[in-house]
């Protein structure tokens, strides 16, 4: 630590990342990684990448990946722009749309990387609770608008909890907040289809409403970091053309992201066989006394009941030492709960064993 750094940078805690093990026996139920691999073309692509194709500098605005991604969402391709992961997508709507000491509002709980990005900023981080269903209550907008915040994120649906806000909720929200309205969907690939949710077309309807969508969950392509925001062309261009990076995209994930956008199909199929495990690991979980709420992600958040012998720390300890990963947060509303993401059917299996083993008592 020096005395060069800015005060605010001193005084903040960084992120703390879910661990990634070295090995590859670990069942790694932590981060929200998708279960099962990208697109073969993804394979294909990487075979066929050549050294002399990184000697110039990339397609500055990704225009082809764009033109795809505005074609699938039935937007214009200046609608939107594509970031290092969501992550960077995060920081640039801070630093291009919040001035040090304005406010920023969240739902708490949520990311838990939200409050780290606004202190970098030196923003004012202002939390406003959810209600027991884990959603916005009818005073959300109300108070953040209280705390004049000039961008207000919301994970939608909701993490950790799962929870789906529907859009007409979120288009009240937008209408009512006299700040930005962005709405993080990095898990929204895992909703049910016949929910029939579509939160894109906020995006022509309200001018302070941004999108985030990333490739990391949905498109199994964590590793790669590659995401992209959607927004109104005056939301759009200022981030566009000013606060990012001049080349904040590399080539190599530009041809990656377009192989694994256009193979939908593969896509899907994944989100299919999460839902379909998603479903099957509730049931039994709650058989064995471990309750979540409904979830439209690839995770489940489990409340571990008071009487069982360990409670949430304990057991995400044991599971540890039986070499499955699941994420415990110690803080007020999660600390009786853990995040187990949605495995493959043969990760899942085991966990359910584990688990078994742990609380039933023979
Ligand atoms: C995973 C995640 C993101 C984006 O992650 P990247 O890997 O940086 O794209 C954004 N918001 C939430 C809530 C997430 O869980």
Same mark, same amino acid.
């Given at each position: 630590?020096?005395?060069?750094?800015?005060?605010?940078?001193? %005084?903040?805690?960084?992120?703390?990342?879910?661990?990634?093990?070295?090995?590859? $026996?670990?069942?790694?139920?932590?981060?929200?990684?998708?279960?099962?691999?990208?697109?073969?073309?993804?394979?294909?692509?990487?075979?066929?990448?050549?050294?002399?194709?990184?000697?110039?500098?990339?397609?500055?605005?990704?225009?082809?990946?764009?033109?795809?991604?505005?074609?699938? /969402?039935?937007?214009?391709?200046?609608?939107?722009?594509?970031? /290092?992961?969501?992550?960077?997508?995060?920081?640039?709507?801070?630093?291009?749309?919040?001035?040090?000491? !304005?406010?920023?509002?969240?739902?708490?709980?949520?990311?838990?990387?939200?409050?780290?990005?606004?202190?970098?900023?030196? %923003?004012?981080?202002?939390?406003?609770?959810?209600?027991? /269903?884990?959603?916005?209550?009818?005073?959300?907008?109300?108070?953040?608008? !209280?705390?004049?915040?000039?961008?207000?994120?919301?994970?939608?649906?909701? *993490?950790?909890?799962?929870? &789906? &806000?529907?859009?007409? $909720?979120?288009?009240?929200?937008?209408?009512?907040?006299?700040?930005? &309205?962005?709405?993080?969907? !990095?898990?929204?690939?895992?909703? =049910?289809?016949?929910?029939?949710?579509? *939160?894109?077309?906020?995006?022509?309807?309200?001018?302070?409403?941004?999108?985030?969508?990333?490739?990391?969950?949905?498109?199994?392509?964590?590793?790669?970091?590659?995401?992209?925001?959607?927004?109104?062309?005056? #939301?759009?261009?200022?981030?566009?053309?000013?606060?990012? =990076?001049?080349?904040?995209?590399?080539?190599?994930?530009?041809? #990656?992201?377009?192989?694994?956008?256009?193979?939908?199909?593969?896509?899907?199929?994944?989100?299919?066989?999460?839902?379909?495990?998603?479903?099957?690991?509730? %049931?039994?979980?709650?058989?064995?006394?471990?309750?979540?709420?409904?979830?439209?992600?690839?995770?489940?958040?489990?409340?571990?009941?008071?009487?069982?012998?360990?409670? !949430?720390?304990?057991?995400?300890?044991?599971?540890?030492?039986?070499?499955? &990963?699941?994420?415990?947060?110690?803080?007020?509303?999660?600390?009786?709960?853990?995040?187990?993401?949605?495995?493959?059917?043969?990760?899942?299996?085991?966990?359910?064993? /584990?688990?078994?083993? #742990?609380?039933?008592? =023979?």
């Amino acid at each position: 630590m020096t005395d060069y750094e800015r005060a605010n940078i001193r %005084a903040m805690q960084g992120y703390s990342w879910g661990e990634q093990p070295s090995d590859e $026996q670990t069942i790694k139920l932590n981060t929200n990684e998708n279960p099962y691999p990208p697109s073969p073309a993804v394979d294909k692509v990487l075979q066929g990448l050549k050294g002399n194709a990184l000697r110039r500098y990339p397609d500055p605005t990704a225009t082809g990946l764009r033109k795809l991604i505005a074609q699938t /969402h039935d937007i214009q391709p200046d609608q939107i722009v594509i970031t /290092h992961a969501g992550d960077e997508a995060l920081r640039l709507a801070l630093t291009t749309f919040v001035d040090p000491g !304005a406010g920023f509002g969240m739902a708490e709980p949520s990311y838990s990387l939200y409050p780290v990005l606004a202190a970098i900023q030196d %923003a004012r981080v202002h939390r406003v609770e959810l209600d027991e /269903h884990w959603l916005p209550d009818e005073q959300f907008a109300t108070r953040i608008n !209280a705390a004049d915040c000039a961008l207000t994120c919301l994970v939608n649906p909701h *993490a950790p909890s799962g929870t &789906l &806000l529907s859009t007409a $909720q979120l288009r009240a929200i937008a209408a009512e907040l006299n700040g930005l &309205l962005l709405i993080d969907e !990095a898990y929204i690939d895992f909703v =049910d289809p016949a929910r029939e949710h579509n *939160a894109v077309q906020l995006i022509n309807e309200c001018d302070n409403v941004l999108i985030l969508r990333t490739f990391s969950k949905g498109y199994s392509l964590a590793g790669l970091r590659l995401g992209y925001l959607m927004g109104p062309t005056g #939301l759009i261009a200022p981030i566009m053309n000013k606060t990012r =990076d001049s080349y904040n995209v590399d080539h190599i994930s530009q041809q #990656l992201g377009y192989a694994a956008f256009a193979d939908q199909a593969h896509a899907s199929k994944t989100w299919e066989n999460v839902r379909m495990e998603r479903s099957r690991l509730s %049931a039994v979980l709650a058989q064995l006394g471990l309750h979540s709420p409904p979830s439209e992600t690839n995770f489940l958040l489990v409340s571990v009941p008071a009487e069982h012998p360990l409670d !949430a720390s304990g057991l995400y300890t044991a599971l540890k030492s039986r070499g499955i &990963l699941v994420r415990y947060f110690d803080s007020p509303r999660l600390r009786d709960k853990l995040r187990i993401t949605v495995g493959t059917e043969v990760e899942n299996n085991q966990l359910i064993e /584990h688990l078994t083993d #742990l609380l039933v008592e =023979d």
